[in-house]
């Protein structure tokens, strides 16, 4: 077998190929973090040095060559995501700002659901403000008021559903 460097610039380039595309897409995958992207950017070296074949001064240095080319490519590819994150982040319209009056309406809602509240029979007060306030289990509940896991349940779903009744008339007010 003949050295590379006096083979033509097809066989030069497809010996390399054959021997060392899988290694050189594993080293952009490790910089750019997408196979589909690495595999464009080896492909894109590989190309590159076939067209420059004639003008390398050592032949012998191709796969060295092939490696710098990967590693720039691979920046190139990360420096430019980073421009278009950059224009996408600032091309983003900005998030709307609550009216002057939502703090006052978000209060008036917190109270009128505190309200509702304070109309529920005690024990179902407690439950439900201990799984919605707390966020306990049904079990944790239970053994903080004493009581079993079924009046746990009973407890939740009365109250939820006196809730839901007591709230209905204000629901198109966006409780």
């Known amino acids: 077998m ?5 083979w033509d610039a097809d066989a030069a380039v497809e010996a390399l190929y054959a021997a060392h595309w899988r290694r050189l897409v594993r080293l952009s995958v490790l910089l750019v973090r997408d196979v589909g992207t690495a595999e464009e950017v080896v492909q894109d070296a590989f190309v590159a040095l076939h067209g420059r074949w004639r003008r ?3 032949p012998d240095k191709a796969l060295a060559y092939l490696r710098q080319a990967v590693v720039n490519r691979s920046r190139s590819v990360l420096r430019h995501r980073g421009v278009v994150d950059r224009h996408a982040a ?8 609550p009216s002057a009056e939502a703090p006052a309406l978000a209060r008036d809602r917190r109270e009128t659901v505190l309200d509702a509240m304070r109309a529920l029979p005690q024990r179902q007060r407690e439950v439900l403000a201990l799984r919605y306030y707390l ?7 239970a053994d903080a008021l004493g009581i079993s896991r079924g009046a746990v349940k009973s407890h939740a779903s009365r109250g939820s559903a006196a809730l839901r009744t007591l ?4 629901e198109g007010d966006d409780l």
């Open 56 to 58: 390398l001064r050592d």
């Open 2 to 6: 003949t050295e590379p460097s006096s």
């Open 135 to 141: 966020d306990l289990s049904e079990a944790d509940i």
């Open 90 to 97: 600032r091309d983003r319209a900005p998030e709307p700002l």
């Open 167 to 170: 709230l209905a008339p204000l």
